[in-house]
């Protein structure tokens, strides 16, 4: 599944006569980003030209169509996705409102919060496009570069202490990143606010100088853009800053993730650089694959603007532009090595990188329930299965959210996990707070089933033009059958990592699962496994089709082999690591259900724990003499025993 590109990445700046894809063509020929959007969006039609819809990307949108209304001979149900840009997941409390009306004005009602800290937002018709995006810039929000060829979402943990500041300080230089990578063309406020232009806040000063510091040839100091020039990047582009051992944003999954580094008084010193994660990939392409970033180095926080700006022009001179499918920068450090692609990065930054600094083990946290902030206020994480934020079969999520941010004035953070939190919560207005989410059924963390908690999926279909099958609206029967297949084992209370896309481009990180699902034909899945509980391994496909009929039948031996070959504390991801894939086909393709009941539900019997080498022992011998497991261990109990009492 994983090996070599065929093709090298180019060894050097991509030359104006190289041959490009398509979509280099339609950015050359945009006017940065305003044609044929701008004309189209003129017209009385549903829907954009393929030219359009690769510009409305960038800014912040996809025309989608809806399959489970779609009719041989009429035209497509066309419907646009908007997604919102929030450094960090930040939402103030009069964008949040603002979204939530939108939701039932030009959408379908629901509102999704997203694995990059956004808000999509589905539905909006293109009539009512302009409409949508201008109450949402008009109210503190921005959708500007949330898709398209450029730096996406910038994310940090959700975690608003005010006693640690290295959390602020992530949060601070989420923000700085996004300012500074933001497109700098006016086409997104003539198109959508007939040229008004509206900033949210004001850019720190050294954003604004770090953007106009042409430091070895990283700027294209003539362009409206001067950082991207007039293509744009070569694929989508991603970055993340958190803080040492809080892996709650997924940090080896991203082009960069910055990590804080700071004294002992907490003040910040510099970050440690990891670059080239990417979870996208394609069915049997395996020049595509799943990729964890590499340790990079470290910078002053001096030099930081500039170490980012540096990496994206070596990403923006050296990225293939000719394959987009080979386009992301992990595929340029596969091809040229973590070495050369360091050098090249240095020389555009003018000074060699520092050793990467040592870090603590790294933990994945959700940020659920209610934590004291540090200032005597509080902030709570409410769960928000698969991210879909709806009024549904008692629960009254939508209702819930909006009735906290009206009455408390309460800014909102996304989290990595699809879910949202709350904070700067007054300590005299918890109660009440905490009233309106029993009220309208929104379970505590405590009482969620941890194979929900901790799960994650795609919206999928109807909606996403690149599913293959279903996620969203499947996971939450998936997670019930494993559940109850877990309890059938012998496992009541066992949980682990499970995601699920409705395709191979990863958006909801299944390939850093313990258990990941990935569409691959209708009904059907490939099966990865391995990855790590807190994130920091990539899991490995198991099996390439896994038709939704069959999870029973090819999780229960994993999961029988698991239980009696565990080690102590060990996870489920952990251990398929361990013991290798050959082993967990071995032992399913010999599996027998009735040779491997659990023993502690019979009457009278009872199950006893063995190391795993002899359980491998005891199996081989079972399988050579044509009996039960159960049936050799007796005997040699009973023959040991009886030469015992001799």
């Known amino acids: 599944m994983v090996q070599t590109p065929l093709k090298p990445a180019q060894s050097g700046p991509n030359p104006a006569s190289a041959k490009r894809s398509k979509v280099e063509d339609i950015k050359e020929n945009s006017n940065f980003l305003r044609e044929p959007l701008a004309s189209e969006l003129l017209t009385d039609t549903s829907f954009f030209s393929e030219s359009a819809i690769q510009i409305l990307k960038f800014h912040g949108s996809y025309q989608q169509d809806n399959r489970d209304t779609r009719t041989k001979g009429q035209e497509k149900d066309y419907q646009m996705m908007l997604r919102t840009r929030n450094p960090g997941g930040y939402i103030a409390p009069e964008l949040y409102l603002t979204l939530d009306r939108l939701s039932d004005e030009y959408g379908n009602h629901t509102l999704r919060a997203t694995t990059r800290q956004g808000i999509q937002l589905h539905g909006v018709l293109k009539k009512n496009l302009k409409a949508t995006i201008a109450a949402i810039v008009k109210n503190l929000g921005s959708t500007l570069g949330a898709c398209g060829d450029l730096n996406r979402n910038v994310m940090a943990p ?241 209702t819930a959210l909006r009735e906290i941010v009206q009455k408390f004035n309460l800014p909102m953070l996304v ?73 059938k084992v012998g496992l009541p209370d066992e949980h682990f990592v499970v995601r699920m896309t409705g395709c191979p481009n990863g958006c909801a990180r299944p390939y850093m699962a313990e258990l990941g699902f990935v569409g691959s034909a209708p009904e059907s899945y490939q099966l990865w496994l391995g990855g790590s509980p807190d994130q920091t391994r990539l899991a490995r496909p198991y099996m390439e089709r896994l038709h939704d009929n069959d999870l029973e039948t090819t999780l229960e031996p994993l999961f029988v082999f698991f239980r009696d070959g565990r080690k102590k504390g060990e996870s489920f991801g952990d251990f398929c690591d361990r013991v290798g894939f050959e082993a967990l086909r071995q032992f399913a393709d010999a599996y027998d259900p009735l040779r491997y009941t659990p023993s502690h539900t019979k009457e009278g019997r009872h199950r006893l724990s063995v190391s795993h080498d002899f359980f491998l022992t005891l199996q081989a011998t079972a399988d050579k003499e044509g009996r039960s497991m159960g049936q050799v261990v007796a005997d040699a109990l009973a023959l040991y025993l009886q030469q015992t009492a001799e």
């Open 415 to 487: 989290t990595p996990n699809q879910s949202v939190l709350f904070y700067d919560i007054k300590p005299e207005d918890k109660d009440a707070v905490q009233a309106i989410l029993t009220r309208c059924g929104i379970q505590k963390e405590t009482d969620l089933d941890p194979l929900v908690r901790y799960a994650m999926a795609c919206p999928a279909l109807p909606l996403c033009g690149l599913a293959i099958t279903e996620s969203e609206r499947i996971m939450p029967t998936n997670l019930g059958r494993i559940r109850a297949l877990l309890t």
């Open 158 to 398: 959700p975690a608003p202490f005010k006693n640690r500041p290295e959390y602020q300080i992530a949060q601070d230089y989420a923000n700085h990143i996004a300012d500074l990578l933001r497109p700098q063309t006016e086409a997104y406020y003539e198109i959508w606010l007939d040229g008004e232009k509206f900033l949210s806040s004001e850019e720190h000063p050294e954003v604004v100088e770090a953007r106009q510091r042409n430091v070895n040839n990283t700027l294209f100091p003539d362009s409206p853009e001067p950082i991207y020039g007039t293509h744009y990047m070569p694929r989508k582009f991603k970055c993340a800053v958190t803080v040492p051992g809080d892996n709650s944003i997924d940090a080896y999954t991203h082009d960069v993730t910055l990590v804080v580094i700071t004294d002992k008084a907490g003040k910040l010193k510099g970050f440690n650089v990891l670059a080239g994660g990417g979870l996208g990939r394609t069915h049997n392409k395996e020049e595509t694959f799943a990729r964890v970033a590499d340790e990079i180095g470290y910078v002053d926080k001096d030099d930081v603007f500039d170490l980012m700006k540096a990496i994206v022009a070596t990403q923006r001179d050296y990225g293939d532009r000719v394959n987009r499918r080979h386009s992301r920068m992990k595929y340029l450090i596969h091809d040229w090595g973590v070495e050369r692609f360091r050098q090249q990065v240095e020389t555009y930054l003018g000074k060699p990188l520092k050793p990467f600094k040592k870090l603590p083990k790294w933990t994945f946290y959700d940020y659920l329930g209610w934590y004291e902030q540090g200032d005597g206020n509080w902030f709570v994480g409410v769960p928000i299965e698969n991210g879909r934020i709806l009024d549904r079969d008692g629960l009254q999520l939508k």
